[in-house]
């Protein structure tokens, strides 16, 4: 772990830093166990499962990305070896830049379908290697980079969104700056963002634009990043088929997947058409 992983500051909620800390347990020192009173304090649970490690400990990587509130897709991709996604063309940043500053205000996402949903944790989450930048952005200027983050499949988002929350303060700090005034608006500030996107039969490169939205627009606050729409969704021919399925035609899918979502066409920013 370099010096500049190291230092750098991830603000969690507290509750979602345990459950990372839980997960890195369970996969490293599953044989652990503690003894505790079955009426306890927090303090007391979480001391007596400190005490368990003996002199064991191990370094986490933390990340602020929310815990999801759906299923992942099936994919077979290996995120140690993806890399960071490469930054779109200048070409394809000037359509970007176009489409931003022409959007009206996006409408909100489907809130009650998505409040109905989320409690029952049936949507599809497909995971990605993301960068965002600002449309204008020089390469000196701040920047996101997101490894293995969850992106909430969502048909019903008009775009891609992400809540604030889920960014550094420097870039946040950056949004503010008189050369991104053009693309704000009611709803949020227009980004670009550049994925590596892990499907069940494809790993997609995907530039889009993105919208910074309060947490307050999305009505669950577990959502880091909705998958929208415009420029997204809309430029893909997919096939989506559920665990359901695959379990009635015999196959073995755990209930924590959603099932597949196989991309057949993919049309990028140069309106150029790939097959897979």
Not at 87 to 107: F, G, H, I, M, T
Request: aromatic letters at 6%.
């Amino acid at each position: 772990m370099d010096t500049s992983t190291r230092d750098m500051k991830v603000c969690v909620p507290t509750d979602e830093l345990l459950h990372q800390v839980a997960k890195s347990v369970a996969l490293h020192v599953p044989f652990l166990s503690a003894t505790v009173s079955s009426q306890c304090t927090w303090r007391t649970a979480i001391a007596a499962a400190e005490s368990s490690f003996g002199n064991s400990d191990r370094a986490i990587s933390l990340h602020a990305q929310p815990r999801s509130v759906g299923l992942r897709i099936r994919t077979a991709a290996d995120f140690s070896k993806l890399g960071v996604p490469k930054k779109a063309s200048e070409n394809a940043r000037r359509v970007l830049r176009k489409e931003a500053q022409s959007w009206p205000d996006s409408p909100p996402p489907h809130t009650l379908t998505i409040r109905a949903t989320i409690a029952e944790n049936l949507l599809p989450v497909v995971s990605a290697n993301v960068m965002m930048y600002g449309l204008d952005a020089a390469a000196d200027d701040p920047h996101v980079s997101l490894t293995q983050a969850e992106l909430l499949w969502d048909t019903g988002a008009h775009s891609t969104v992400v809540v604030d929350e889920l960014l550094p303060e420097a870039f946040k700090e950056y949004l503010t700056k008189p050369e991104n005034e053009c693309y704000r608006s009611a709803d949020g500030t227009r980004v670009q963002l550049d994925a590596l996107v892990a499907f069940s039969n494809q790993v997609l490169s995907i530039s889009c634009v993105c919208v910074v939205v309060s947490r307050s627009v999305i009505p669950d606050s577990r959502v880091g990043i909705l998958l929208g729409q415009n420029m997204g969704i809309n430029r893909l021919v997919h096939k989506s088929i559920p665990r359901a399925i695959l379990s009635a035609r015999g196959e073995k899918v755990p209930n924590t997947v959603w099932g597949d979502i196989l991309i057949e066409d993919y049309v990028d920013l140069d309106d150029v058409v790939h097959k897979f």
